[in-house]
């Protein structure tokens, strides 16, 4: 591998053999070379080949200000998350979670804990991306030597939440808003509290985000046969209700229309929770 850029003595660029880039992270790797020199193998220690060319420009700008150490870890936390997510996730998070996680080191050497106000959803709604994130605690522990406070649990699931869904994060966090909304109108209606460590509590929440994402992007579907429809709506009666008062909750607040595809499925997933919750 030959030297094709250096951004410091840690951080070098080289080219595949289809002629994209690679960034090759190493302790000492750019030490006193010089492009066009041979990259010492033995001291590669990580190696990025980004997808997304505007997401490379981005991440390339970023090596120059975090630590070496930062950027290893975030390679360690984003492999354990597409690991156990078993979820694409956007490179973009790259540059995401090793901003976040270098600029969080410094509020906590100062004592600045930052709370996230969406901690309750992410934990509830996205147990999966918050039990990895507590995870990557540990692994933020043993290569930094700094203890993270419980708090960034929830800020770095909102980073793979974020990637997975490959939008906003004002977008993920209309999302959120929308599935507590969603559930207090199911809760209310039934007057019960959930398992929300049932395997039908999981399934119905993760039928819920799919929806919601529709409502969000105003993106509906709809292929139902009305006959099945029309049985599901006589059959569960209380369900169906429900029902009925999220689409005119949707129609109020969102301006969407719940399509019968919709409504039926959601009244299936939901009477499937309430009887077996």
């Known amino acids: 591998m030959i030297i094709k850029q250096i951004f410091n003595n840690n951080i070098v660029s080289t080219l595949d053999d289809k002629g ?12 006193s070379n010089r492009v066009g020199d041979v990259i ?41 998350a597409r690991t156990q997510l078993n979820k694409k996730i ?6 995401s979670l ?11 050497k100062d004592n600045m804990i930052v709370a996230n106000p969406l901690s309750w959803e992410v934990q509830h709604f996205y147990k999966a991306e918050y039990d ?37 994060m004002n977008d993920v966090t209309h999302l959120m808003q929308l599935l507590q909304e969603i559930m207090n109108i199911i809760k209310y209606h039934f007057n019960v509290d959930f398992d929300e460590d049932s395997v039908n509590y999981f399934r119905f929440i993760t039928h819920l985000k799919y929806f919601c994402q529709r409502v969000i992007t ?43 595809s919709e409504q039926l499925y959601l009244t299936l997933h939901l009477e499937r929770m309430m009887k077996r919750k």
Request: glycine share 4%; hydrophobic share 35%.
């Open 90 to 95: 956007s490179d973009g998070i790259y540059v």
């Open 98 to 108: 090793s901003d976040h996680i270098h600029f969080a080191t410094r509020r906590i």
């Open 40 to 80: 010492d193998e033995s001291r590669v220690e990580k190696v990025f080949h980004l997808q997304d060319e505007a997401i490379q420009e981005k991440f390339k700008a970023s090596l120059l200000d975090t630590p070496l150490e930062i950027l290893q870890v975030t390679d360690d936390i984003v492999s354990l």
């Open 132 to 168: 990895v994130a507590k995870e990557s605690l540990t692994l933020l522990r043993e290569r930094l030597g700094i203890e993270f406070p419980k708090e960034e649990i929830s800020n770095i699931a909102l980073h793979f939440i974020n990637a997975e869904v490959n939008d906003s």
């Open 218 to 260: 105003h993106s509906s579907h709809d292929d139902t046969e009305e006959y099945l429809y029309d049985v599901v709506r006589k059959n569960y009666k209380q369900t169906f209700a429900c029902i009925q008062k999220i689409e005119r909750f949707l129609q109020k607040n969102y301006g969407y229309q719940m399509t019968h």
């Open 20 to 31: 994209k880039e690679l960034l090759i992270l190493g302790r000492g790797i750019g030490f």
